[in-house]
């Protein structure tokens, strides 16, 4: 049995070219290609990361198994053994819009013979037989691929909304603040101000002498990469419609771990989550997870500490402009 994380499912399904692009750039995965083709990338690298599927990993896959993964992709997942696997490695490696009888008739015979030999078609007979079989198959296999079914795009997952988060994410009422819903037009990946950015990683960094060097180095690091951090939570947002709770919460920490982010350790995690919070709110966030345990007490603790160093900032910037008055006098 395939096990997925159904919320970044449901946002890929959900989501249009512009943001899957920039949750492919906050992955360090290719941006290239139509929507479809975008989708069908995250979803093999993000949700099915675990998976072999190169042709041989698809040969190796039973029939249930091939069901359940093309549902995943959101296509087709009926037909025999072989049409499933045909059409999963389709999906995975071609363009529907492109795979028309131009396209073969362009493909030199050598990839066309490779073609054949993915597709299980055999390899004998001339350029023009070896076109008119792979001609048969996309044929056959109609609009099956390419394209995740209308109602994933328009809905995503039916057991992915406000009734039924609690089988996911657990969320307490009262953990829960309602705060007003932002215009619908808000761009949530229009980037901060920079006072914002930089109050944000100043959070990441203060106060971490009470830290092991462990968690203090962590911090550090991904304080480098805030620029990183605020795309990624703008990215969330939009495919949420602008909502950020706890499911979001968990959502950007499975981003950051897969992208390598030292987030093991729970004080990391806390100050990240802090962090995030505030950009979130910064970009205009529907709701948010008011915490009351460790996150709470963090947030108290810098409102203080950001505002000194606010001001500190602030200071040093007015000495940096007399010095250059002074200096044009």
Request: aromatic residues 4%; glycine residues 6%.
């Amino acid at each position: 049995m395939v096990t997925v994380d159904r919320v970044l499912l449901d946002q890929l399904y959900r989501s249009r070219l512009m943001t899957l692009r920039e949750v492919a750039e906050s992955n360090d995965l290719a941006k290239n290609g139509s929507v479809e083709v975008l989708r069908a990338r995250l979803i093999r690298h993000l949700v099915l990361n675990g998976e072999d599927l190169s042709w041989e990993g698809i040969q190796a896959l039973n029939h249930e198994e091939l069901g359940a993964v093309l549902k995943i992709f959101g296509i087709k997942s009926s037909g025999s053994h072989k049409e499933r696997r045909q059409r999963l490695w389709l999906h995975l490696n071609f363009d529907s819009r492109r795979m028309r009888v131009e396209y073969l008739a362009e493909m030199e015979r050598e990839k066309l013979h490779d073609l054949c030999q993915k597709l299980e078609l055999p390899l004998t007979g001339t350029r023009t037989v070896l076109m008119g079989r792979v001609s048969g198959v996309l044929n056959s296999q109609g609009r099956g691929w390419g394209q995740i079914k209308k109602s994933l795009k328009r809905n995503g997952l039916s057991d992915i909304d406000s009734s039924n988060n609690e089988k996911i994410y657990p969320i307490k009422d009262e953990e829960i603040i309602t705060i007003e819903v932002p215009n619908e037009n808000i761009d949530f990946l229009e980037p901060l101000p920079l006072h914002v950015m930089e109050d944000a990683k100043d959070t990441l960094t203060s106060g971490t002498s009470n830290l092991d060097n462990r968690d203090s180095n962590d911090l550090k690091n991904i304080s480098e990469m805030v620029d990183d951090l605020e795309r990624m939570i703008g990215t969330i947002l939009n495919g949420h419609g602008g909502r950020w709770s706890e499911i979001e919460e968990n959502l950007l920490i499975r981003l950051a771990e897969r992208r390598g982010w030292p987030v093991t350790q729970q004080s990391v995690r806390v100050r990240l989550l802090l962090v995030a919070s505030r950009l979130a709110e910064e970009k205009g966030c529907s709701e948010f997870t008011s915490q009351k345990t460790e996150l709470g007490k963090v947030n108290q603790q810098y409102k203080i500490l950001n505002s000194s160093e606010a001001m500190e900032r602030i200071r040093s910037k007015m000495t940096e402009a007399e010095q250059i008055l002074t200096g044009l006098r």
